[in-house]
Each structure stands twice: as structure tokens, then as C-alpha cells.
């Protein structure tokens, strides 16, 4: 029987995937990756608590309004990257300090 802390498991694993992947990345699109993984793992938090402890639809709705943001984050993001990347050539993160003003 797979429980709640199989989930929650799972969820913390992707989680430290993505904020590793945050961290040790300079490559923009690697870095929004990161922040997907995370924003995923959020999801199977809210679908996971919904199911055990209410039963009800509460976790996936909100599994909803978090994947309809993070379409909307995503392409944001690479709106941006290809902005940077018109400019300077390069999508890596540390070379993107030349457009401080």
C-alpha cells in the first residue's frame, strides 16, 4: 500500500533535485528547470495531502492554479533569456552581470 509518506518521499526528492539544480547551474535554462522540479514537487504535496486527509478536490485545484502559473513563469523566463541572449550571445547567468546599468 502506498501511503502519504511515499509521497511526501518523492516530493522532498524532486524538491533537492531542483533546488540543486538551482544552485550549482549557471545556465539560465537549466536554472528554470530547477524551479519547475520545485514547483512539481509542490503539486504532489497538494495532490498527496488532499487525498489522505480530506478526500476531497481542494489539493488538485490548487495543483491546477500551480501548473497554470508556472506555464505562465515559464514563459516569462524565456522571454527573458531570449532577450539576454539577442544581446550578449550567451544564455550563462554569470555573463548577464554586464547589463547592470
Excluded: C, W
Excluded at 532577450?83 to 544564455?91: A, C, E, L, V
Aim: aromatic share 8%; glycine share 8%.
Amino acid at each position: 500500500m502506498i501511503g502519504l509518506q511515499h509521497y511526501l518521499t518523492v516530493s522532498a526528492l524532486l524538491f533537492s533535485v531542483g533546488v540543486f539544480g538551482i544552485l550549482t547551474r549557471k545556465n539560465a535554462v537549466s536554472i528554470l528547470m530547477g524551479i519547475e522540479l520545485i514547483l512539481n514537487s509542490a503539486n504532489i504535496n497538494f495532490v498527496a495531502f488532499s487525498r489522505f486527509t480530506t478526500g476531497g478536490l481542494d489539493g488538485h485545484i490548487f495543483a491546477i492554479f500551480s501548473i497554470a502559473l508556472a506555464a505562465a513563469e515559464a514563459a516569462v523566463a524565456l522571454a527573458i533569456i531570449l532577450g539576454i541572449y539577442h544581446r550578449i550571445q550567451t544564455i550563462d547567468v554569470d555573463k548577464a552581470q554586464e547589463l547592470k546599468g
